[in-house]
């Protein structure tokens, strides 16, 4: 009698009469995955006679979702009620499935192969046995034969005698030698016999016996014509993820340019192995916010000058009543954060991995290699003085494909050696970056103040003042002619008493660069050997009475 199941009913219609209950094994045969996520399609095939049908398909996994469940059915044949189960039902010894009815044949040939080598080995044992009598009639005749030989015969006939029995005892030795080892090497097939044939009983008592874990899928099916039928069921499915690694290869020189290959690391943990799959790999985030955020309007208020001074006397009172321990104890504000973020509406990305893979349950991370991308790369050296002793090789590059790259950890090659890792960011097609490629040791970087004062101009002046002089200098120690970008930073002001002037040689190129306030760039070619100066004069002026802080 069958077993009672929690079900969830995803197509409602009255319990019609079956024809049929058909037991169906379900292979995965197309893995999409998304971040975080999984479509997975298994198939079932059974060969059905026509008419409507009872099928159940268990061993799915364990905490599916009805929601993301769906079936198809081939033209000829309609899929009326499904229900999936949280449990597993008995199979009965009277199943018509496929994969048991092989276990069951595969236990009966190896039954069948083990009495053979059973009746075998007595076989040969027999022939031992009759070597054995064999001796011993040769050798009581040998002993009757001798003793009236020699009361009646010569000598030459006793030697005869001895030669004769003495041949025959040896070949029948040799025979019954031959005989024994044939039989231990049949026992020891037979062992193998005896091992292959508990492993298929094991198969087979596992696919006799229900299951404690995982989830049924049981659906009615009505078939226009018999013949085979071929089942797609759809699953949604968590802890499913890919990301993209990337080797970026840059080869500097005249003609510098840049090698992406591109592989992916896929990982899953969804109780069951993948097994033979075809995989899909997409940009598409499913389990993300799919509709815009909601806007609020402010509200504001006013409020009489005088109940303002009365809130901030009585907010001044009351931070002057902490401690210091406290104050210093208390959280800073928290800013939101503004960030870009990407929209992949309308440039979702799909790859279909050619052929088909293994992806195992919780101990695979495999990785496949996508394509070698070839991109033109503008290089330099960037130097920073004030706080490296060295300059860094720097690439920025285009997207040039049709796609996005996504971002993904990537290790970075300069001239054939290995540098390090570093983060390839989302970079959408046609957009460009700049990424690191490693120090540079031959570009040697210092930077001095040999002058910095501070006081009064003048006894009549009303105005104070600081002055600084700085001196970098670019020493190419590399052998070959370098771009480089050098970046320093100077005091910067919002206050129009606060003036902040400044001087250098040979002229900035850049002031603060994309509103980056106080700093300043230069492009320099540096020639192999040779040692560069910048020479940077800034002074900041205030009026007297204040202080600079």
Excluded: C
């Amino acid at each position: 009698m069958l077993r009672l199941m929690l079900t969830t009913s995803l197509i409602a219609l009255a319990a019609p009469s079956f024809s049929d209950t058909f037991i169906g094994d379900a292979r995965v045969d197309t893995v999409t995955i998304y971040p975080g996520l999984a479509t997975v399609t298994r198939q079932v095939t059974l060969d059905l006679p026509a008419g409507q049908h009872e099928i159940v398909v268990p061993g799915l996994p364990q905490g599916l979702s009805s929601e993301g469940l769906r079936l198809a059915a081939p033209m000829g044949a309609q899929i009326g009620a499904v229900n999936l189960a949280y449990d597993r039902l008995p199979v009965t010894p009277d199943q018509s499935s496929p994969a048991v009815l092989a276990a069951q044949d595969e236990v009966e040939r190896l039954e069948a192969v083990l009495r053979d080598r059973t009746a075998g080995i007595a076989e040969i044992r027999l022939r031992v046995q009759a070597a054995e009598e064999q001796i011993a009639f040769l050798q009581s005749l040998s002993q009757a034969s001798a003793g009236e030989t020699l009361t009646a015969s010569t000598i030459a006939d006793i030697r005869a005698l001895a030669q004769m029995v003495g041949t025959e005892t040896l070949a029948v030795r040799e025979a019954a030698f031959a005989a024994e080892q044939e039989a231990k090497a049949a026992e020891l097939a037979r062992e193998d016999d005896i091992e292959a044939l508990e492993d298929a009983k094991r198969a087979l008592a596992a696919l006799m016996a229900p299951e404690d874990e995982g989830s049924v899928l049981t659906f009615t099916l009505n078939a226009l014509e018999a013949g085979e039928v071929t089942i797609d069921i759809t699953t949604l499915e968590g802890f499913a993820n890919w990301s993209p690694v990337y080797d970026m290869r840059l080869t500097t020189g005249d003609a510098a340019s840049l090698d992406i290959d591109r592989a992916v690391v896929v990982s899953q943990e969804t109780g069951q192995d993948w097994l033979d799959v075809r995989l899909v790999l997409s940009t598409a985030r499913p389990g993300e916010q799919i509709a815009p955020g909601g806007v609020w309007a402010p509200l504001r208020r006013i409020i009489s000058e005088d109940d303002r001074e009365r809130g901030l006397v009585m907010m001044s009172d009351s931070v002057q009543s902490l401690s210091r321990a406290e104050v210093a104890g208390m959280a800073a504000p928290v800013m939101e954060a503004v960030v870009a973020k990407a929209d992949f509406s309308g440039a979702t990305v799909t790859y279909t991995y050619p052929g088909r893979v293994d992806i195992r349950n919780g101990v695979d991370d495999l990785r496949l290699p996508l394509d070698t991308l070839n991109l033109d790369a503008d290089v330099w050296a960037e130097a920073a003085p004030s706080r490296d002793s060295i300059a860094y090789r720097m690439a920025e590059f285009t997207n040039t494909t049709d796609e996005i790259l996504l971002p993904g950890q990537a290790l970075v090659f300069a001239d054939g050696t290995m540098i390090g890792f570093s983060q390839l960011p989302l970079l959408a097609a046609g957009a460009d970056t700049e990424m690191g490629f490693g120090p540079l040791d031959g570009l040697r970087l210092t930077r001095t103040t040999p002058n910095r004062s501070e006081g009064d101009r003048g006894v009549f002046t009303t105005t104070n003042q600081l002055t600084e002089q700085a001196v970098m200098t670019v020493e190419n120690l590399t052998g070959q002619d370098w771009k480089v970008l050098l970046r320093d930073a100077i005091p910067y002001s919002e206050q129009d008493d606060l003036e902040v002037t400044f001087t250098a040689s040979p002229s900035v190129a850049r002031r603060d660069p994309e509103g980056q306030r106080g700093i300043l760039e230069w492009d320099l070619d540096v020639a192999a050997g040779v040692k560069q100066d910048v020479r940077l004069d800034y002074t900041l002026s205030w009026p007297s009475g204040y202080v600079l802080e």
